[in-house]
Nanobody
């Protein structure tokens, strides 16, 4: 089992920045790819970004490319999502996820573990 706890969400004005963190515990963190998904009210959960266990490969949704950056610190068992130039449409609950396939897949069904989520609200 892998336990994931997100933090860093909040309210920010459009154009601002936030950094989300996800602390992992349980099994060896470095064995898992890590990712971020988000879900806005009345919408399906969607892929945001992912990173392989070594950090050597990343993948981003088109909607966040150039604005968001995912990184990880295996010594701290933590993955980060730096979000810049935030837009009102980025408002959602952001979820951290882990998969044992070491895949940066956008398919939510292939991710084994999920955090509880952290709310990000971007005001216009």
């Amino acid at each position: 089992q892998v336990q994931l706890v997100e933090s860093g969400g909040g309210l920010v004005q459009a154009g601002g920045s936030l950094r989300l963190s996800c602390a992992a515990s349980g099994r060896t963190f470095s064995n898992y790819a890590m990712g971020w998904f988000r879900q806005a009210p009345a919408k399906e959960r969607e892929f945001v970004a992912a990173i392989t266990w070594s950090g050597g490969n990343t993948h981003y949704a088109d909607s966040v490319k150039g604005r968001f950056s995912i990184s990880r610190d295996n010594a701290k068992n933590t993955v980060y999502l730096q979000m810049n130039s935030l837009k009102p449409e980025d408002t959602a609950v952001y979820y951290c996820a882990a998969n044992s396939l070491n895949s940066v897949t956008y398919l939510a069904s292939l991710w084994n573990y999920w955090g509880q989520g952290t709310q990000v609200t971007v005001s216009s």
